[in-house]
């Protein structure tokens, strides 16, 4: 009975996976059945891939949390700008209110000249002020600013 259970298992194993079929019969140096050599190696293969998903998942989380971190902080700040009378021009003040609980370095322009940027670092719970022009024909300026976590 035994032998017979054998002779059909080898016949199902050189059918469905000759591989293995032609592995059955020799043995691995340290002992192992050919076919617990090949269980070895699928295994090892299932470890680096769990290990693979599992880097993959911790850098995406990571990436997330830096994410939702810029996006906090773009929403606990205000910029806005507005003209003071100087003669026949005005100076362009913009100003940024940081309600976050940590300081923030901002960039800060207005419509007239988005290239005239000027820094600022605010802390929490305060507002700053910097003149981005001195002498321009615009007296409704819009004020613009890009802060991040300093």
């Not at 017979?4 to 080898?10: D, E, G, H, P």
């Not at 949390?65 to 003071?84: D, I, P």
Request: glycine share 6%.
């Amino acid at each position: 009975m035994v032998e017979a259970w054998k002779q059909t298992r080898a016949v199902d194993e050189a059918l469905l996976f000759p591989q293995i079929g032609q592995l059955s019969s020799r043995r691995a140096p340290d002992g192992l059945p050919a076919s617990g050599v090949l269980w070895c190696w699928i295994m090892k293969h299932v470890i680096r891939l769990l290990l693979s998903a599992a880097l993959i998942w911790i850098f995406s989380a990571s990436w997330v949390l830096l994410k939702t971190q810029e996006a906090a902080a773009g929403s606990c700040y205000r910029v806005w700008a507005e003209a003071r009378s100087n003669g026949s021009y005005f100076r362009h003040i913009v100003y940024v209110e940081n309600d976050c609980e940590y300081w923030l370095e901002c960039s800060l322009w207005t419509d007239s000249d988005p290239r005239a940027t000027k820094m600022v670092t605010v802390g929490p719970e305060m507002t700053e002020q910097v003149e981005t022009s001195g002498s321009s024909k615009d007296d409704d300026p819009k004020g613009f600013g890009a802060c991040h976590r300093k």
